[in-house]
Structures are given as structure tokens and as C-alpha cells.
């Protein structure tokens, strides 16, 4: 039965109807089946898709024999028992501190994702973030992906407990996790313990690193020596060079490597000159000297970090001249070493 009727449709809604108009010959009542039967399907895709990520996280577990070995309450007790929980608070100065050196007012959801992104590729770490609003609910979707697993479970539990902190106080509603990937619902909640109480729930919040400090004790020695080297000032390190520190070795590929990037010349076709300069500049701005003094037989650098440190410095700023054929050895060492030229 067919009923004749005027309506009335707002411009821009009826802009958006003309293609199914047109498709279906300026036939009203055929344009909006098609219309319904897409917006259908376009939900039915969306639900699909949410299965499909189910699916895989299912697939994984069942690969991998987790819920063939170990019962379910199991899993939870030994998540509660082996990973770590910062302490509500410490982030709250990184917050505070963060919206004023990118310039913002606001430090909105938006914000805290292209300043933690862009984090992730300052530094080098492989780790993605991906935020949706759901619709539903009006939850907050946030999906974390890493090449390296183990990294991915310790970042999560962080970003959950910054996350946790004025003026998000979001807490963790449902969480979906595989090697890879996870996907954490959260929900605004009123204040702080709140949100930070949902973290622990799934996180818990004890940490066994007794017994990974005592089978890597030289590395967790040198990440003390190096926090302390500078009053607990924030040191400014390229990662490579930072793990060449811990491990007491010199990183004398990576300063080239920087040198070549950052100026565009190879070590082996610069003057020396342009090469002490090019070494103090990098040095000093990730924080490792606090000057060189130099003239064509010898270089005094100031250094910021103690011996232990220094040393590594000496022999990179030596093994860097001596790729560019310019020999030096240590004539004084110290707070203020003297490097000297070596007349082969």
C-alpha cells in the first residue's frame, strides 16, 4: 500500500540522499531501503570486525596451549605476582609538566596520544597507540601494538597508570591482550584511587625484581651510577648510546652514525676541526660533557658524568678521531681529562 505524504528534509540531509535518489531512479521509498540495508551493513562490518579481533586473541591462546595448561585463576595469580605497579602519584609531575613544553593549554585525550606517539619515535620505542570512542557506551577505546612483547606488557601497566591521574582518572573497564596487542576499554571515573584501584586489579601491584637485579647486577649498578651522576638531573641520552653506557663500552659507530645524519659529511672526508666540534655538540647535547677545550696537539673535556662514565666517553671521542685518522691517547684522565696527539 502506498501513502502519499509531504515531509520536510534539511538540506544537508538530503545531499547526503541524493545518491540513493539518483541510483534508484528519484524513487523516495527505494532510496531509503538502500539507505537502511548499508547503514546494516555497515554496523554488521563493524561487529565483524570486533569478532574477528576476539577470534584472534582466541586462536593465539589456543596456539599457544595457555588455557590447555593453566586454569584461568592461575594466570590472574601470577599476573599479580611477577609484574609491578608504579605508585599513584609519580606521574603527576610529567602531566603537570608536559602541556607546558608543547605549548597547550588543555591536555586533553588527543593531545596525551600525539605527545605519547610522538615519544615513542623520539625515542625509538616500538610501540603504537590507537585511541576510538565507542559509541555505546561512550567508553574510551585504546589499543597498544609492539613487536616486542615483553616491552608491551610493562608500557601498558605505565600508560594505565598515567592514565589513572588527574585530569584523566580513567579506570580499566574490560582488557583483551595477546603477545602483541592489547585492547583496554576504560571509563571516566571521579578521582584518582578509583582509577588507579582498577590498574592493580589487573595488573596487581608487586613486583619479584629482587631476583632480576641479582642475575644482572653490573647493569643495574650502572643505571644507578648513571642516575646519580648528575644530581638525578634529566639526562637526555640516543638509545643506542645510552645502552653502550650501561654496559661500560664505547659507542664510537653510533657518534659517527650521528654525525653523518645530523651534518651530512662522513667521518673519514672531515678536517679536524669540524670533527672535535661536531663530537662536543652531540656530547653536550644529550648531556654526556659540559665543554671541549682544544688546539691541533690536545683536547680537554669537561665531563658532566663520573669516571665510571667518563671512561666510556674517552675511549668513543679517541676510537672517533682514529677513524678519521687523527691519533690521540689519554694523558690525563679525571673530572677534566687531557686527551693528547700521538705523532705515529
Not at 570486525?49 to 584472534?56: A, C, F, I
Not at 593453566?70 to 608504579?86: A, N
Not at 602531566?95 to 586533553?108: R, T
Not at 683536547?299 to 668513543?316: A, C, E, G, K, P
Amino acid at each position: 500500500m502506498k501513502i502519499r505524504r509531504t515531509i520536510s528534509i534539511d538540506k544537508n540531509d538530503l545531499d547526503a540522499l541524493k545518491p540513493f535518489l539518483e541510483a534508484s531512479g528519484d524513487n523516495l521509498s527505494m532510496a531509503l531501503r538502500k539507505l537502511i540495508s548499508e547503514y546494516r551493513q555497515q554496523n554488521k562490518n563493524r561487529i565483524m570486525d570486533e569478532h574477528q579481533k576476539k577470534m584472534v586473541l582466541r586462536n593465539q591462546i589456543i596456539e599457544n596451549k595457555i588455557a590447555e595448561l593453566i586454569p584461568v585463576p592461575l594466570i590472574r595469580w601470577m599476573v599479580k605476582t611477577s609484574l609491578g605497579l608504579p605508585p599513584l602519584g609519580i606521574f603527576r609531575p610529567m602531566i603537570e609538566k608536559f602541556p607546558k613544553l608543547l605549548g597547550i593549554k588543555d591536555f586533553s585525550l588527543n593531545e596525551y596520544m600525539n605527545m605519547i606517539n610522538s615519544y615513542g619515535d623520539i625515542f625509538g620505542y616500538q610501540l603504537t597507540q590507537h585511541i576510538e570512542l565507542i559509541p555505546e557506551t561512550r567508553n574510551i577505546r585504546i589499543s597498544y601494538e609492539a613487536e616486542d612483547s615483553d616491552h608491551l606488557r610493562g608500557a601498558v601497566i605505565i600508560y594505565s597508570s598515567l592514565l589513572a591521574h588527574h585530569p584523566f582518572n580513567l579506570k580499566i573497564k574490560k582488557m583483551m591482550d595477546a603477545p602483541n596487542l592489547f585492547i583496554i576499554d576504560y571509563e571516566q571515573c571521579c578521582n584518582e584511587e578509583e582509577s588507579y584501584n582498577s590498574v592493580k586489579k589487573y595488573f596487581g601491584s608487586k613486583q619479584h625484581i629482587l631476583e632480576e637485579i641479582q642475575t644482572n647486577l653490573s647493569f643495574w649498578i650502572n643505571l644507578v651510577r648513571l642516575i646519580k651522576a648528575d644530581n638525578y638531573d634529566d639526562i637526555i641520552l640516543n638509545r643506542d648510546i645510552l645502552n653502550h653506557l650501561l654496559k661500560s663500552r664505547d659507542f664510537s659507530d653510533q657518534l659517527s652514525s650521528l654525525i653523518h645524519n645530523i651534518y651530512g659529511v662522513s667521518i673519514d672526508d672531515i678536517d679536524y676541526k669540524h670533527l672535535v666540534r661536531y663530537i662536543e655538540e652531540i656530547c653536550k647535547t644529550n648531556g654526556l660533557i659540559q665543554r671541549l677545550e682544544y688546539n691541533d696537539n690536545q683536547i680537554r673535556i669537561f665531563h658532566t658524568l663520573d669516571n665510571h662514565f667518563s671512561q666510556s666517553v674517552n675511549d668513543t671521542v679517541i676510537k672517533t678521531l682514529e677513524a678519521s685518522n687523527h691519533h690521540f691517547m689519554l694523558k690525563k684522565k679525571g673530572k677534566i681529562t687531557t686527551l693528547s696527539r700521538n705523532h705515529r
